[in-house]
């Protein structure tokens, strides 16, 4: 039962242009929301949060926006830089309880 | 300061055999959650654990059990090893449920 879910696989970005990566998700229960990056043989970095109490959250190159109506994350990194390429990862959770990924979003941003 | 350790790397093991993996929690933190991460999938949640107890669980066989210790250190086995078992195991910590901390994980290889 995957209650997150990334559709896309792969992005590719010109160096210098905006990559947005997308997350949809099914429990309408979830309440906290994260993404996570993960480089090869490292583990996952958190990389931003939201709470379902707003709908945008802005860390310098890095905003996620959240539609509760449409049940649905994105994160939008600007401007996008090649060391930015790795595998994405939407998170959600009900606050008190686990924490359910999406399968991942390899992105690469192209020089 | 360190962050996340696990041990160890990565580990060989055959069919029906028994796995320990360690894992230490970034210092301040008193939680640790174990996942297992299949290639191309997320992290799944396996357990998480909080003052040296099991707090919560995910869809896993109770051939997957844990420990953790007074220093929140914390172990997870799996006995009778299956071929499916080969994963990525990823460690995280956090403090009082926020944002986890995620360790570089153990490759477990089971033949």
């Known amino acids: 039962d995957q209650q997150v879910k990334q559709n896309s696989p792969s992005l590719s970005v010109q160096e210098g242009r905006i990559s947005i990566l997308n997350c949809d998700y099914t429990?309408?229960?979830?309440?906290?929301f994260l993404w996570y990056k993960k480089y090869p043989a490292e583990g996952p970095t958190f990389l931003i949060s939201?709470?379902?109490?707003?709908d945008k959250n802005e860390d310098g190159r890095f905003t996620v926006f959240l539609n509760k109506s449409a049940k649905h994350l994105s994160l939008h990194i600007v401007p996008s830089q090649p060391g930015d390429s790795a595998v994405y990862f939407c998170?959600?959770?009900?606050?008190?309880?686990?924490?359910?990924f999406g399968t991942g979003t390899s992105l690469t941003v192209i020089p | 300061d360190a962050g996340v350790t696990q041990s160890p790397t990565h580990l060989i093991k055959t069919r029906g055999q028994q796995v320990t993996l360690r894992c230490s929690p970034k210092?301040?933190?008193?939680?640790v959650s174990w996942y297992q991460q299949a290639l191309g999938q997320g992290p799944q949640f396996i357990f998480q654990?909080?003052?040296?107890?099991?707090?919560q669980r995910g869809n896993f066989p109770d051939r997957f059990s844990g420990h953790q210790f007074p220093n929140y250190s914390s172990e997870l086995n799996v006995n009778a090893l299956l071929l499916g078992d080969s994963a990525l195991y990823l460690c995280?910590?956090?403090?009082?449920?926020?944002?986890?901390?995620f360790g570089p994980g153990t490759r477990l290889t089971v033949l």
């Open positions: 995280a910590s956090s403090f009082s449920r926020g944002a986890e901390c």
């Open positions: 429990n309408s229960m979830f309440d906290y």
């Open positions: 939201i709470s379902s109490i707003k």
């Open positions: 998170a959600a959770k009900v606050t008190g309880n686990q924490f359910y």
């Open positions: 210092s301040g933190h008193d939680t």
């Open positions: 654990y909080y003052e040296e107890e099991e707090r």
